[in-house]
């Protein structure tokens, strides 16, 4: 017997929305959208901009005579017409840089993840993924349709007791290089150890390694030496060190070719915009030419940590461009970003469930582009605008 229902409200469907709202604004978890000019007298401690290469004169001219040349969007899958002799290029010189076979360019590092997790994995594999990986890897594991083990953050022993374990015929380590929270680095060789004894292939994201780690800033896997590795696939973003927008897999040649042919995030999306295509090329020609970036985008993160610890701060270690700072309560990490807001000095904040141990934290990236002054002005306003809570944790 079929049961029957009233017939509904329609105006009452989403009232359970409200209930979800009043609950995370209770824990101090709502967010909001804050567009900015595009110019502004605020320091920029908040954006991924590692290089200060977003606005460089030589990208931005690149990126508007692409958009002149071949219009504002891709205009279709890269399957169809969204293949552009720019993507084929950014492919052929991001593969070259990062010493691999082959590259393959995404609309966004998220389709990146999903798109290389899904088509790697299935039925017959078990992922094995850090517990402190990106929310772009963790979706990509959900889809892979396979099995997931979630490990301890940075632990090979842990890797290798799951890997030991498995009942599955293939496998998958997965894990982020350099980790968006805290800005610490897997330990990638040992990972890649694990993996081997075991069969398994390796899954890197750099996202915030390429452009700011390892020699030139080719990268955590370079830096890890498994750069071109056949049983390591890296993925990465456009959109951090590079400035622009977008993201990529690099691998084996096997690897891109199966990717193109059974990635749904590649096949079935538009392609990126040629606008933002050329603007990478031309920022990863600049990384190139002033290989002095990386590594001053390194030491200021390290200035900024050492400064705020000095100053009575609980700050990370960084081990590329991302600095985190401990924070009392999500609700006093809004208030003190605002503080610092107002003060004209734009930083992160992270709250659960973006921040796997449950602190809050502000989240500041260094640049290679910032001055001594605006170090010292940087430093000045998040140490004054603390909640007195935050001193001493």
């Known amino acids: 017997m079929t049961a029957t229902r ?23 978890l709502t967010r909001r959208l804050r567009p900015r000019a595009a110019t502004t007298g605020a320091l920029d401690l908040a954006s991924n901009d590692y290089l200060g290469l977003a606005r460089h004169p030589l990208v931005r001219a690149a990126a508007a ?22 993507h084929a290029e950014l492919e052929d ?85 350099v980790f968006s929270v805290d800005g610490d680095l897997a330990p990638l060789a040992e990972l890649a150890g694990a993996a081997r004894e075991h069969g398994a292939g390796l899954v890197v994201d750099d996202a915030h390694g390429l452009g ?26 456009l959109s951090k ?31 990126l915009a040629p606008a933002a295509a050329a603007g990478a090329l031309a920022a990863l020609r600049l990384v190139r030419e002033r290989p002095e970036l990386p590594g001053r985008a390194r030491a200021v993160a390290r200035e900024l940590a050492a400064r705020l610890r000095a100053a009575g701060l609980t700050a990370s270690e960084p081990a590329a461009a991302v600095v985190s700072v401990r924070a009392p309560s999500p609700g006093e990490a809004v208030d003190w970003a605002a503080a610092c807001r107002a003060e004209e000095v734009a930083v992160g904040c992270f709250r659960p469930p973006s921040v796997p141990d449950r602190f809050s934290r502000l989240r500041l990236t260094a640049r290679a582009d910032l001055t001594p002054a605006e170090i010292d002005r940087a430093v000045e306003v998040v140490a004054r605008t603390a909640p007195a809570a935050a001193v001493g944790r």
């Open 6 to 28: 009233p017939p509904a409200d329609p105006a009452g469907v989403f009232d359970w929305l409200d209930v979800r709202s009043a609950a995370r604004a209770r824990a101090g």
């Open 65 to 86: 005579d692409a958009a002149h040349r071949w219009g504002a969007g891709a205009t279709g899958s890269r399957l169809v017409t969204g293949s552009t002799e720019l």
């Open 93 to 177: 010189e991001l593969a070259a840089f990062c010493g691999v076979e082959a590259a393959l360019v995404f609309s966004s590092g998220w389709a990146a993840n999903l798109g290389a997790l899904a088509a790697l994995s299935g039925p017959g594999t078990l992922v094995v993924a850090d517990e402190s990986n990106h929310a772009s890897l963790i979706d990509g594991c959900r889809l892979a349709r396979g099995e997931t083990e979630v490990v301890p953050h940075a632990d090979p022993t842990a890797v290798r007791a799951a890997l030991a374990d498995r009942t599955r015929r293939r496998a998958l380590v997965v894990t982020d290089a």
């Open 212 to 237: 700011v780690v390892g020699e030139g800033g080719r990268g955590s896997v370079a830096a890890a030496g498994l750069a071109g590795a056949p049983d390591v696939v890296v993925t990465t973003t």
């Open 241 to 271: 060190s590079l400035g622009a927008q977008g993201g990529a897999v690099l691998g084996p040649r096997r690897v891109i070719d199966h990717l193109v042919d059974t990635a749904r995030s590649f096949i079935f999306d538009t392609g």
